[in-house]
């Protein structure tokens, strides 16, 4: 039974260049969340699917980041023309419906 | 403004002794408390939570006290081991127990010491 997968695991980008992160939830598992991590910070929520639904995407900057969950296949988290500022470790996570979240590994996400 | 604290970055802690996190939230909406522990270049593991109609919750070696009228909460660890080496992130929920926008602290990186 796969955990949540995430990929790529490291992620180089040069400024305004595009990242696409891809995560497969948990066997089962059709609510996905994904989180950021800033240097030196702790998780910060960014964006709640189910499938092919937006659910809470407070945490998601209002520019140059989208998120989606289709019907078939991972979520992805697409961050468009990347600043230095988007250099983070973002981390996926998938549940049951009230349950706790399971993590994947995380993609670290480099930006030169 | 930040509604999960853990104010202690890191912790040392002897091998065989008792290891304590604390972690002091602001929001009197949280419902639902978790522990998360973190290896190097891995994502976070769930470790234990709490509902706030508890005020305590044991599984093992861990422990989770929660006091809700001072809005802390705490992990405990007996007794701790050279693998409990990590970081822990205290997490808070208002969603009865969802992972929708959980609230992370900054983590406290406990180093237990041979």
């Known amino acids: 039974n796969a955990g949540v997968m995430q990929n790529p695991r490291h992620l180089v980008r040069r400024r305004g260049q595009e990242a696409r992160l891809r995560c497969s939830p948990m066997k089962g598992h059709s609510h996905v969340y994904w989180y950021r991590q800033l240097p030196e910070e702790g998780l910060k929520f960014m964006v709640y699917?189910?499938?092919?639904?937006?659910?809470?995407e407070s945490g998601m900057p209002k520019e140059r980041f989208s998120a989606e969950f289709p019907k078939e296949g991972p979520s992805i988290l697409r961050i468009q023309q990347v600043v230095r500022g988007d250099s983070a470790a973002y981390f996926c996570a998938s549940s049951l419906m009230n349950t706790e979240a399971f993590f994947g590994q995380g993609t670290r996400l480099t930006v030169v | 403004d930040q509604q999960v604290k853990q104010n202690s970055p890191s912790l040392s802690v002897q091998e065989g002794r008792i290891s304590i996190l604390n972690c002091d939230y602001t929001n009197s909406m949280f419902d639902y408390f978790l522990w998360y522990k973190k290896y190097p270049a891995e994502g976070p593991t769930f470790l234990i939570s709490i509902s706030s109609i508890k005020d305590k919750n044991e599984d093992g070696r861990f422990t989770v006290f929660l006091n809700k009228s001072a809005k802390h909460l705490s992990l405990h660890i007996v007794p701790s081991q050279p693998g409990d080496s990590a970081v822990y992130f205290c997490?808070?929920?208002?969603?009865?127990?969802?992972?929708?926008?959980?609230?992370f602290g900054k983590g406290t990186h406990l180093i237990i010491q041979p």
């Open positions: 997490a808070a929920s208002d969603s009865g127990g969802g992972a929708d926008g959980l609230t």
């Open positions: 699917l189910q499938k092919e639904n937006i659910i809470d």
